[in-house]
């Protein structure tokens, strides 16, 4: 079995970033980006002085919509951001060799490396 002149053993191996991770990135932009939409839209139905076509319509559904997407793809994008900081410093760690007191001090120190 031939064996990479890089990556000698497996127990060095810095980590890579999961692209599904990236995923989760681009699926709370669209979230943001549709709540942004729902919630203007909400908003200027709400200053038309159109009369209602709906019974509930006077609850404003697309501003309350439109409002939890924002949030939830803010959410979405901030933790993978933090995320993505964190792995990027923890693989710098790694590949400086910092002994184990100082790799712990990363960001995001995950246990599954003790």
Request: aromatic share 10%; net charge negative; charged share 20%.
């Amino acid at each position: 079995m031939l064996v990479d002149e890089k990556h000698e053993s497996p127990e060095h191996e810095p980590e890579q970033e999961h692209p599904i991770s990236l995923l989760w990135f681009f699926i709370g932009l669209i979230l943001l980006l549709y709540g942004i939409v729902i919630f203007t839209t909400g908003f200027m139905h709400y200053i038309d002085d159109q009369p209602f076509s709906t019974v509930l319509a006077k609850l404003q559904p697309d501003m309350l919509w439109g409002a939890v997407l924002f949030i939830t793809g803010l959410l979405f994008c901030v933790i993978n951001a933090i995320r993505h900081r964190c792995q990027k410093k923890r693989m710098s760690c790694l590949e400086n060799k910092t002994p184990e007191s100082a790799a712990q001090k990363c960001c995001c120190y995950s246990a599954e490396k003790k």
